[in-house]
Every structure is written in structure tokens, then in C-alpha cells.
């Protein structure tokens, strides 16, 4: 049986609440391209005391593009992958992105392991991958096409669908 994850409940409006928040924090409200690199190197150390990160290798995260703990205030990344965030390549910075999503959304206390019954399934706001993927999000998307979302704010064509089907 595989090991489940439930997080405090949040719905989509909850994170997106957050989100503005931090955005409105950084001064990057009006910004469509985020600076992932800069928010996880320089602003996340300023925001949690005692956050670091770590570069790993493919041998040391020959499975996982990234890793977060949260009792530890850390985020792992893999070397490749920190690489092409920072050459702009969309998949890389959502990888960076939901890993800061995890760290921000999900504090120890938030997540447990859970077993569910025969038929029952973790309902999306209480899953803590729903919610990382979710951290995305930001109002400047409103009205523009899923391209439009690619083209201007460096995201994945999946990350742009999934937000603008949400708007």
C-alpha cells in the first residue's frame, strides 16, 4: 500500500490569496515572468529564518526533480534541474515553484500520513501536491489564453491550462 499525504484542508482561493500576498510582499504584483531563482536564493532566506536550499546531484536525486522539508526549512533541487531554471526553461521553474509551494503551504504540523478506506479517495484541496500545483497562480492571467499565459510568464503549456481553466 502506498504511503498517503492529507495537508490542512486549502482551497484554490485560499492559495491564490496567499500567492497575492507574497507577490504583493516582493513587489512582483505586476509582473508576469516570476523570478523563481531570485525568490528561492534571496527573498526565502529574508521571509523563513533559518531556510537554506541544497543543489543535489542526479546521483544523490536519481528519481526526484526536487524534495521539500519542511521542518527542516529546506528545499532540495537537483543540479540539472537548477540549471535550466536558470536558463528560463518553463518545467524547471514550476519544479522550483511547487517545491516553494510545499514549503509555504505545508508546515509539519499541516501533513500527516493517512490510510483511506476501500473506494474513498484524498479529496484535491486536502492533497499536498494539489496545493503545490496550485502555488502557481496569480490574477495578471485573468483573460489571457493558455499561450498567452506560456508566452509571458515562463510557464509550461500544462501549468498554463490548468490556471486559465481556473481563472
Known amino acids: 500500500m502506498k504511503a498517503i499525504y492529507k ?6 482561493k485560499n492559495i491564490r490569496d496567499y500567492v497575492a500576498r507574497i507577490r504583493k510582499l516582493t513587489g512582483t504584483e505586476n509582473i508576469y515572468y516570476f523570478p523563481i531563482v531570485e525568490f528561492l536564493e534571496i527573498l526565502l532566506p529574508q521571509l523563513i529564518d533559518g531556510f ?23 528545499i532540495c533541487i537537483r543540479e540539472d534541474i537548477y540549471e535550466q531554471a536558470l536558463a528560463g526553461d518553463a ?20 501533513i500527516s500520513l493517512c490510510r483511506l478506506a476501500d473506494g474513498e479517495e484524498l479529496k484535491p484541496y486536502e492533497d499536498p ?3 503545490a500545483d496550485c502555488f502557481g497562480y496569480y490574477p495578471l492571467i485573468r483573460g489571457l489564453t493558455p499561450d498567452e499565459i ?13 490556471q486559465s481553466s481556473k481563472v
Open 52 to 74: 537554506y536550499y541544497e543543489i543535489c546531484s542526479r546521483e544523490e536525486m536519481p528519481i526526484k526533480y526536487g524534495e521539500t522539508f519542511p521542518a527542516e526549512n529546506k
Open 91 to 110: 518545467f524547471a521553474r514550476y519544479t522550483i515553484a511547487h517545491e516553494i509551494g510545499h514549503l509555504l503551504l505545508n508546515d509539519v504540523s499541516s
Open 150 to 162: 506560456v508566452q509571458r510568464c515562463g510557464v509550461t503549456p500544462r501549468a498554463a491550462r490548468v
Open 7 to 12: 495537508a490542512a484542508p486549502l482551497s484554490r
Open 129 to 131: 501536491e494539489w496545493q
